[in-house]
Protein backbone atom coordinates (compact mmCIF):
# COMPACT_ATOMS: atom_id res chain seq x y z
CA UNK A 1 0.00 0.00 0.00
CA UNK A 2 1.00 3.49 -1.04
CA UNK A 3 -0.45 6.93 0.45
CA UNK A 4 -1.02 9.37 -2.44
CA UNK A 5 -2.14 12.64 -1.89
CA UNK A 6 -3.73 11.78 1.71
CA UNK A 7 -5.31 8.52 0.20
CA UNK A 8 -4.29 4.81 0.87
CA UNK A 9 -3.71 3.27 -2.51
CA UNK A 10 -3.67 -0.85 -2.22
CA UNK A 11 -2.16 -2.25 -5.71
CA UNK A 12 -2.78 -5.53 -5.18
CA UNK A 13 -6.22 -4.94 -5.60
CA UNK A 14 -5.53 -2.86 -8.66
CA UNK A 15 -4.23 -5.58 -9.91
CA UNK A 16 -6.76 -7.47 -9.68
CA UNK A 17 -9.56 -5.28 -11.69
CA UNK A 18 -10.17 -6.60 -15.21
CA UNK A 19 -9.42 -2.68 -16.44
CA UNK A 20 -6.08 -3.40 -15.19
CA UNK A 21 -5.34 -6.60 -16.23
CA UNK A 22 -7.02 -5.71 -20.02
CA UNK A 23 -4.64 -2.73 -19.98
CA UNK A 24 -1.62 -4.87 -19.26
CA UNK A 25 -2.39 -7.30 -21.57
CA UNK A 26 -3.10 -4.40 -24.59
CA UNK A 27 0.28 -3.32 -23.42
CA UNK A 28 2.27 -6.20 -23.46
CA UNK A 29 0.88 -7.49 -26.55
CA UNK A 30 2.04 -3.96 -28.04
CA UNK A 31 5.88 -4.32 -26.44
CA UNK A 32 6.44 -7.34 -27.95
CA UNK A 33 4.69 -6.29 -31.40
CA UNK A 34 7.49 -3.51 -31.90
CA UNK A 35 10.05 -5.45 -29.86
CA UNK A 36 9.85 -8.40 -32.67
CA UNK A 37 9.42 -6.20 -35.11
CA UNK A 38 12.25 -3.79 -34.66
CA UNK A 39 14.59 -7.02 -34.03
CA UNK A 40 13.27 -8.76 -37.22
CA UNK A 41 13.73 -5.49 -39.22
CA UNK A 42 17.49 -4.80 -37.18
CA UNK A 43 18.85 -8.43 -37.69
CA UNK A 44 17.65 -8.51 -41.35
CA UNK A 45 21.26 -6.46 -41.88
CA UNK A 46 23.47 -8.74 -40.96
CA UNK A 47 21.62 -11.43 -42.34
CA UNK A 48 21.32 -9.70 -45.70
CA UNK A 49 25.12 -8.46 -45.92
CA UNK A 50 26.36 -11.97 -45.00
CA UNK A 51 24.45 -14.64 -46.47
CA UNK A 52 22.80 -12.70 -49.80
CA UNK A 53 24.16 -10.28 -52.40
CA UNK A 54 20.94 -8.64 -52.12
CA UNK A 55 21.98 -5.40 -50.85
CA UNK A 56 25.73 -5.43 -52.51
CA UNK A 57 24.21 -4.02 -55.55
CA UNK A 58 25.05 -0.77 -56.50
CA UNK A 59 22.00 1.37 -56.20
CA UNK A 60 23.24 5.00 -56.76
CA UNK A 61 27.00 5.14 -58.54
CA UNK A 62 28.76 3.17 -56.15
CA UNK A 63 26.52 3.77 -53.34
CA UNK A 64 25.14 -0.05 -52.58
CA UNK A 65 21.55 -1.16 -51.05
CA UNK A 66 22.97 -1.70 -48.08
CA UNK A 67 23.30 2.13 -47.29
CA UNK A 68 20.30 2.43 -48.06
CA UNK A 69 18.82 0.16 -45.78
CA UNK A 70 21.23 0.97 -43.08
CA UNK A 71 20.08 5.23 -43.38
CA UNK A 72 16.15 3.14 -43.13
CA UNK A 73 17.11 1.24 -39.82
CA UNK A 74 17.89 4.85 -38.11
CA UNK A 75 14.18 6.33 -39.59
CA UNK A 76 12.82 3.30 -37.99
CA UNK A 77 14.50 3.99 -34.62
CA UNK A 78 12.85 7.15 -34.74
CA UNK A 79 9.50 6.03 -35.93
CA UNK A 80 8.84 3.35 -33.77
CA UNK A 81 9.92 5.28 -30.38
CA UNK A 82 7.47 8.37 -31.99
CA UNK A 83 4.85 5.71 -32.50
CA UNK A 84 5.72 4.51 -28.72
CA UNK A 85 5.41 7.69 -27.28
CA UNK A 86 1.96 8.40 -28.49
CA UNK A 87 1.00 5.12 -27.15
CA UNK A 88 2.56 5.37 -23.95
CA UNK A 89 0.85 8.40 -23.46
CA UNK A 90 -2.43 6.53 -24.36
CA UNK A 91 -1.39 4.14 -21.55
CA UNK A 92 -0.33 6.38 -18.85
CA UNK A 93 -4.20 8.35 -19.13
CA UNK A 94 -5.80 4.44 -19.61
CA UNK A 95 -3.48 3.56 -15.84
CA UNK A 96 -4.74 6.66 -14.66
CA UNK A 97 -7.91 5.90 -14.95
CA UNK A 98 -8.12 2.72 -13.16
CA UNK A 99 -6.60 4.28 -9.98
CA UNK A 100 -9.25 6.86 -10.39
CA UNK A 101 -11.75 3.79 -10.87
CA UNK A 102 -10.35 2.26 -7.83
CA UNK A 103 -10.58 5.53 -5.96
CA UNK A 104 -14.49 5.57 -6.55
CA UNK A 105 -14.47 2.10 -5.03
CA UNK A 106 -14.72 0.02 -7.99
CA UNK A 107 -11.50 -2.15 -6.59
CA UNK A 108 -12.82 -2.12 -2.85
Keep these: ?3 KGGKLIDYEKIAKMESFRQLS ?3 NAFLWTMTVIFFVLYMLLPVLTSYTKIL ?7 ITWVWFY ?4 FIMV ?25 ERGAGQ
Design 25 to 27: RKK
Design 56 to 62: HQKAIGE
Design 1 to 3: MEK
Design 78 to 102: WGLAHFYVGRANKFDKEAKEIIEEY
Design 70 to 73: SFGL
